[in-house]
């Protein structure tokens, strides 16, 4: 494997090859981390669509499209993320290539508008420009796929497969724009070609031999990106307070979505920190296809949550045509996914079901429960709020006190295994 423990200072065009999945002090790249801003604006345009068409009753329409959307951005980002962990050498062609892929998300950005509206309408999906985001996208990483196809034979085998698997999806992606089809079969049609994306990595790994990923700077990759999707509940936060201010004035109630919007956006971040996935990851590498896929409705429920958190800031300035109670579910339903994935991928790792945490996932649903049945008899909008956000301090504190002892010896059984 080649070593990149001391990188060169320039950035010349050098060989793409395998990396050392046992690098020491693997770390995600500035690059890396520019390119995650973009999905900033992804994330928040798929958001304040949805709130949109959730603040007017459009529950089944906002549902569809944020799926689609929250596909798109993620299952993109997630396929290389896995190809610059095995062989990203940071030379001015990857760059470029991460350029493009940039460009790729901000016309996916600009796509979703026009999305959510034509399913909204019923008529026709105005999916064009959102799928040619998508393609550019794709067609960088290909272009990577073939580079590390020429430069490492250990790997060309998988590369190829890759690339060419990609192509063929894509191909599939830009007729469906071509064609245009009515509103029923391109809807099923993108979930056909979703499916058959995610079963490129299956496949080209499977008869092409495993690429050389970093279990550690993988799950660092997922984490940071679960906080730059965590951005969009504070972003939700301060809609809500500025909703609050606008209609009361600075109250109790601007303070309790203050203090409610962050604490829920905290409890939510040291939720997830919890789980030692770079650690499980390296242990087991095979679960890693099953936890890197279910992150897809980590990330999509935790931007579901800021969306919800518009609607409630919606809401409380008498902007929406849904009741309060309804308001409120569109923050309480993607906490609750939220913490049921992450319970379910924690378990996974582990591979076994401890009763402790289970416990302390339905001690947080509870207090999801009574969030709803506190707006049900009457208490405000901004109360159900905060008492919501008190569902992940149940993990957190259930965590703190005894459920890392669980965890400890789990870990030392496993690894001392």
């Known amino acids: ?247 009361q004035g600075w109250s109790a109630d601007a303070v309790i979505v203050a203090f409610g919007g962050v604490l829920l956006a905290f409890g939510l971040w040291w939720s997830y920190f919890t789980m030692p996935s770079g650690t499980l990851l390296a242990r087991f590498p095979r679960r890693s296809f099953v936890w890197g896929y279910g992150h897809m409705i980590v990330f999509g429920s935790l931007a579901a949550s800021g969306a919800g958190l518009h609607v409630a800031a919606n809401a409380i300035a008498g902007d929406v045509a849904i009741s309060e109670l309804a308001a409120l579910a569109t923050v309480v339903v993607p906490v609750a996914v939220f913490l049921t994935m992450l319970f379910a991928l924690y378990s996974f790792l582990l591979g076994r079901f401890d009763p402790f945490h289970i416990g302390l996932y339905l001690g947080s649903l509870v207090v999801l429960a009574l969030a709803v049945a506190a707006v049900a008899a009457g208490a405000s909008l901004p109360v159900g709020i905060l008492i919501a956000a008190l569902a992940p301090l149940v993990v957190v504190i259930g965590y703190e006190t005894v459920g890392h002892r669980h965890q400890r010896r789990a870990l030392e059984e496993i690894l001392g295994r």
């Open 1 to 247: 494997m080649t070593s990149t423990a001391h990188p060169p200072l320039d950035h010349r065009l050098r060989r793409m090859v395998g990396r050392d999945p046992e690098e020491q002090h693997r770390a995600a790249t500035p690059l890396e981390l520019l390119y995650d801003l973009t999905l900033v604006v992804a994330f928040s345009q798929a958001g304040s669509q949805a709130a949109h068409l959730l603040g007017i009753g459009s529950f089944g329409p906002a549902l569809l499209a944020f799926c689609l959307a929250i596909f798109a951005i993620c299952w993109a980002w997630i396929n290389y993320s896995w190809l610059a962990s095995a062989f990203d050498n940071d030379d001015v062609f990857v760059r470029i290539a991460t350029m493009v892929q940039m460009l790729g998300v901000l016309v996916l950005a600009l796509g979703l508008p026009p999305l959510f509206h034509s399913i909204e309408e019923g008529a026709h999906v105005e999916n064009g420009i959102m799928i040619a985001g998508y393609v550019v996208m794709r067609v960088s990483t290909i272009a990577l796929w073939l580079r590390v196809a020429r430069h490492d034979p250990r790997y060309r085998r998988t590369a190829l497969r890759y690339a060419g698997l990609l192509g063929i999806v894509q191909i599939a992606w830009i007729v469906q724009i071509v064609v245009y089809p009515p509103f029923g079969v391109a809807i099923w049609l993108m979930v056909l070609f979703g499916a058959a994306e995610m079963l490129v990595p299956l496949l080209a790994e499977r008869r092409g031999g495993t690429t050389p990923w970093h279990p550690h700077h993988i799950a660092e990759r997922y984490s940071l990106l679960v906080i730059i999707t965590l951005g969009e509940i504070v972003l939700g936060t301060i809609l809500a307070i500025s909703a609050v201010v606008e209609e």
